[in-house]
């Protein structure tokens, strides 16, 4: 009897060997044999690794999101200060040699995809959402999203234009656009000392805890968040409105049991359909970002802030913040502790009891103090339930 050829990395030729067919072809111009050839691969691997080519499609592009925004992310990181983010972003843009087309390409047949069928454009939207996310770790919700169309339509004109690129162009108009002032919070205005703080807090400096700008915005929330424990039993609509008064960014049919607890809740900004069940504590310094269709069991806490290690600093008030991410359709059991700089990817579930101190993937069961990865989530958990 022959022995069965281990090649473990066979589907990731084929998700590569799909993509760079694509920028060449095109969607509409491969097919299951184009890219086996190209994969080096028999033909019935296709099947073998995936349903059909829609799901082959969908994996590529996902891969191809993820590669860029990852570029995207890795340069923002180093930025200390919003002047080197605004630096950063012109580099994103102008980083590509324009003669080469395939990012281009690619973009576009995605876009062309997300047109016409809705799964397409979910993955799209997470982009979006990303590149949004990375950006509002330096600017405001409303200036990041200014930015984020910015750079798509730049890099867009730059790869097309026949003209060489002008870097100081795209300087001049991240200046004119992060130079707007601060989208005004509903429940007034913030110091301008706060400002200043809340951006430091947000590129991941170290800023003074004790600062009285600090304590005030503290108090302005406890009041708040006594005001939305108090609501309950009132209208959604009554609680929504309060909600939307304490946290930056609040989607449909969004609540928490009492008692719900945040630091800030300017750096919270929460998705569609999201339940947090009793004392759930958001300390949001770095900023809490949670998807659509997100669950939190009991007593859930996470904390983006650090005090310092120097014991003398420490004392002094010194902190620091990372952001955390929750990705769309994530559970997280009772008792779960995240902590800063963690993302927990989409579809995910985090076990009770379980400290995270390190991101989760996709699609997986996590657990444990540390938490890590027990299992991925795959077909045979489904039960056909159908409400």
């Given at each position: 009897m022959g022995t069965r050829r281990v090649d473990p990395e066979r589907r990731d030729r084929i998700i590569d060997a799909a993509l760079a067919l694509i920028a060449e072809e095109g969607v509409a111009g491969i097919s299951h044999r184009k890219v086996a050839r190209r994969a080096d691969v028999p033909l019935g691997s296709m099947t073998y690794h995936f349903e059909g080519m829609g799901e082959l499609l969908r994996e590529a592009f996902t891969r191809f999101a993820g590669t860029v925004s990852a570029r995207f992310e890795e340069r923002l990181a180093a930025a200390r200060d919003?002047?080197?983010?605004?630096?950063?972003?012109?580099?994103?843009?102008?980083h590509d040699d324009p003669g080469n087309p395939r990012e281009l390409v690619l973009t576009h047949e995605l876009y062309t995809l997300a047109a016409r069928e809705p799964a397409y454009r979910e993955l799209t939207r997470a982009w979006m959402g990303r590149s949004r996310e990375i950006l509002e770790r330096h600017f405001d919700p409303a200036t990041a999203r200014?930015?984020?169309?910015?750079?798509?339509?730049?890099?867009?004109?730059?790869?097309?234009?026949?003209?060489?690129?002008?870097?100081?162009?795209?300087?001049?108009?991240?200046?004119?656009?992060?130079?707007?002032?601060?989208?005004?919070?509903?429940?007034?205005?913030?110091?301008?000392?706060?400002?200043?703080?809340?951006?430091?807090?947000?590129?991941?400096?170290?800023?003074?805890?004790?600062?009285?700008?600090?304590?005030?915005?503290?108090?302005?929330?406890?009041?708040?968040?006594?005001?939305?424990?108090?609501?309950?039993?009132?209208?959604?609509?009554d609680r929504e409105r309060i909600l939307r008064r304490l946290l930056a960014a609040v989607g449909r049919d969004c609540h928490f049991e009492p008692t719900f607890r945040c630091e800030f809740g300017f750096n919270i900004r929460v998705g569609d359909n999201f339940y947090a069940n009793f004392d759930c504590v958001l300390l949001d310094g770095g900023g809490i970002t949670i998807g659509d269709d997100v669950l939190f069991g009991p007593r859930v806490g996470i904390y983006t802030s650090n005090h310092a290690i120097d014991a003398a600093e420490r004392a002094a008030g010194a902190c620091y913040a990372k952001p955390v991410v929750i990705g769309d359709r994530v559970w997280i059991g009772g008792d779960v502790t995240v902590n800063q700089g963690v993302t927990i990817g989409a579809g995910s579930i985090v076990g009770s009891g379980s400290v995270v101190t390190k991101s989760v993937p996709a699609g997986v069961v996590a657990a444990g103090n540390p938490a890590r990865v027990l299992r991925e989530i795959t077909d045979a958990d489904r039960t056909g339930f159908r409400p």
């Open positions: 919003a002047d080197e983010a605004r630096a950063a972003v012109a580099d994103f843009v102008h200014q930015l984020d169309a910015l750079v798509e339509g730049l890099t867009i004109h730059r790869a097309l234009d026949t003209t060489p690129a002008d870097r100081a162009l795209t300087v001049d108009a991240i200046a004119r656009i992060t130079a707007a002032p601060a989208a005004q919070r509903p429940n007034g205005a913030e110091p301008a000392g706060l400002e200043a703080l809340r951006t430091r807090m947000l590129a991941g400096r170290m800023y003074d805890d004790t600062a009285r700008e600090l304590v005030e915005a503290r108090q302005r929330t406890v009041l708040l968040t006594d005001e939305y424990n108090a609501s309950f039993g009132r209208p959604p609509a």
